[in-house]
């Protein structure tokens, strides 16, 4: 398939999609969110595919969402938090009927670090990185305060989401955030190895195994109406000028 966003090819009954859009850092765009919602269409039309790998090129997984582009970041992210129009990639990403591994080969920030997380299972280069910055920009991250509390408990979300901070992939290991730690040069050998010992079982228990554990996801229609309350404030503004004007936010307090 050709996409211009992101790289799709198949390994016998493996998916690798790989974000590929250099020059950004893997950013995420408004294009390549709807790409990835594509080529999860693909995958689960395709009965050859059992499994999906989500990673990034250039050693880098992904630094974000893309907000050079402002109307088209919030437009994206819109999009994504709609759970009922069945448009939204990153519900397709979630729901997908296959199970999906981000195979994190660098750093995964804010936007990106929710994409690692939208998949059922986390393997980290020893390289990696995670941080959900949002905040930092003025604006939230939707989808980790959905889910991330149920990852790490929710002292620890709310610790990651509010300070920011950029943790190790060996932190992210020891709070539970990714499922194992690879070296660098190893870590898709690695994820292979984890396809290997799922392949072994029904793909159709797997697939309710996940359905099951995934009902406890909800919170979309609350995260989209507190996005549409921080996209236009004061703060949301400012972090996207002291962002571009690489200089620290100066933030208001009311």
Not at 30 to 35: H, K, T, V
Not at 140 to 148: D, E, G, V
Not at 191 to 200: D, E, G, P, S, V
Not at 237 to 242: D, I, L, Q, V
Request: hydrophobic fraction near 45%; include cysteine.
């Amino acid at each position: 398939m050709a996409f211009e966003n992101i790289l799709y090819e198949k390994n016998k009954d493996v998916a690798i999609i790989r974000l590929n859009r250099a020059k950004k850092k893997n950013a995420i765009s408004f294009e390549l969110s709807e790409e990835i919602g594509k080529a999860i269409d693909a995958v689960e039309t395709d009965k050859d595919i059992r499994f999906v790998v989500l990673t990034g090129s250039n050693d880098i997984f992904s630094s974000g969402a893309d907000f050079s582009d402002p109307q088209k970041a919030i437009t994206m992210i819109r999009q994504e938090l709609d759970a009922k129009s069945g448009k939204s990639p990153i519900i397709k990403l979630i729901n997908c009927a296959k199970p999906t591994i981000a195979a994190v080969n660098g750093y995964a920030l804010g936007h990106g670090a929710e994409y690692a997380l939208m998949c059922d299972i986390i393997i980290a280069s020893d390289r990696a990185e995670f941080g959900f910055i949002g905040p930092l920009r003025g604006v939230t991250c939707p989808y980790a305060m959905i889910r991330l509390a149920d990852e790490v408990g929710r002292a620890k979300a709310k610790e990651l989401i509010m300070t920011c901070e950029r943790i190790s992939a060996e932190e992210a290991l020891r709070i539970g955030l990714v499922n194992q730690v690879a070296p660098h040069d190893k870590l898709m050998e690695a994820t292979f190895a984890m396809i290997a010992k799922m392949r072994k079982a029904s793909p159709l228990a797997i697939r309710f195994t996940k359905e099951a554990i995934n009902q406890g996801l909800g919170g979309y229609e609350f995260s989209a109406k507190i996005f549409e309350e921080i996209i236009t404030s004061k703060d949301a503004f400012e972090g996207a000028m002291s962002f571009l004007e690489k200089r620290e936010p100066k933030w208001g307090f009311d």
